[in-house]
């Protein structure tokens, strides 16, 4: 089965940290471009971080620079997001996303029609005291 699946997240208190953890099943993520995508409540989905190894580029977000970490593992077809610092305005539900055709960190996380193949099913993370 072809799927991307989350775990991680949580509720954490503003400073810490949180690694997400999106797991390919049905295919390889070697020649993708991925991502993390956040939706905060009563808000658009946004790109937080993509990587191309393709490329060899990566993209944050402004307001995660220096805080979130996007990474991959090649041996178990896992990518991550290390969140450290943690604000109240990080709060959202957190997707992982895969791209074969989008080539471009910046057209995976700042396109306006990014060619998304796979969405994890979402994980929520709740930054508060």
């Known amino acids: 089965q072809v799927q991307l699946v989350e775990s991680g997240g949580g509720l954490v208190q503003p400073g810490g940290s949180v690694r997400l953890s999106c797991a390919a099943s049905?295919?390889?993520?070697?020649?993708?471009?991925i991502g993390w995508f956040r939706q905060a409540p009563g808000k658009e989905r946004v790109g937080v971080s993509c990587?191309?190894?393709?490329?060899?580029?990566?993209y944050y977000a402004d307001s995660v620079k220096g805080r979130f970490t996007i990474s991959r593992d090649n041996a178990k077809n896992t990518f991550y997001l290390q969140m450290n610092s943690l604000k109240p305005e990080d709060t959202g539900v957190y997707f992982c996303?895969?791209?074969?055709?989008?080539?471009?960190?910046?057209?995976?996380?700042?396109?306006?029609?990014?060619?998304?193949?796979?969405w994890g099913q979402g994980t929520q993370v709740t930054v508060s005291s």
């Open positions: 996303a895969t791209s074969y055709t989008t080539k471009s960190v910046w057209g995976l996380c700042r396109g306006s029609s990014p060619a998304i193949d796979y």
């Open positions: 049905g295919f390889s993520l070697d020649s993708q471009t």
């Open positions: 990587f191309s190894s393709t490329a060899a580029t990566t």
